[in-house]
């Protein structure tokens, strides 16, 4: 099992930036794809980035191309989610997640495609 742990979470107003923490915990499996979604209330939870663990490659969903920065720290086995320029739409409960099982190049961008998650962080940005 894999866990992993959030943190950075907060309330922010429009235009400014958070940064998300996400460090994982390996015990028996190795991760591939770390992508973070999000949920806001009474919606579905949405593919917001997602980074290959080996190699750094990356791919944005449109709303936040531009706006947000995945990275990682292979050391410490940490992903970041540096947040800038934050609208009141991008409210919502943020959740790292994992994914375990080898899919080359593809990109791991549904929930279904991630097998462990983080416990998410609250990022409310007010008007």
């Known amino acids: 099992q894999v866990q992993l742990v959030e943190s950075g979470g907060g309330l922010v107003q429009a235009g400014g930036s958070l940064r998300l923490s996400c460090a994982a915990v390996r015990q028996t499996f190795s991760i591939y794809d770390m992508g973070w979604f999000r949920q806001a209330p009474g919606k579905e939870r949405e593919f917001v980035v997602v980074?290959?663990?080996?190699?750094?490659?990356?791919y944005y969903a449109d709303s936040v191309k531009g706006r947000f920065i995945i990275s990682r720290d292979n050391a410490n086995n940490t992903v970041y989610l540096q947040m800038n320029s934050l609208k009141p739409e991008d409210t919502a409960v943020y959740y790292c997640?994992?994914?375990?099982?080898?899919?080359?190049?593809?990109?791991?961008?549904?929930?279904?495609?991630?097998?462990?998650w983080g416990q998410g962080t609250q990022v409310t940005v007010s008007s």
């Open positions: 997640a994992g994914r375990a099982v080898y899919s080359g190049s593809r990109f791991a961008t549904t929930v279904n495609d991630y097998n462990y």
């Open positions: 980074i290959k663990w080996t190699g750094g490659r990356t």
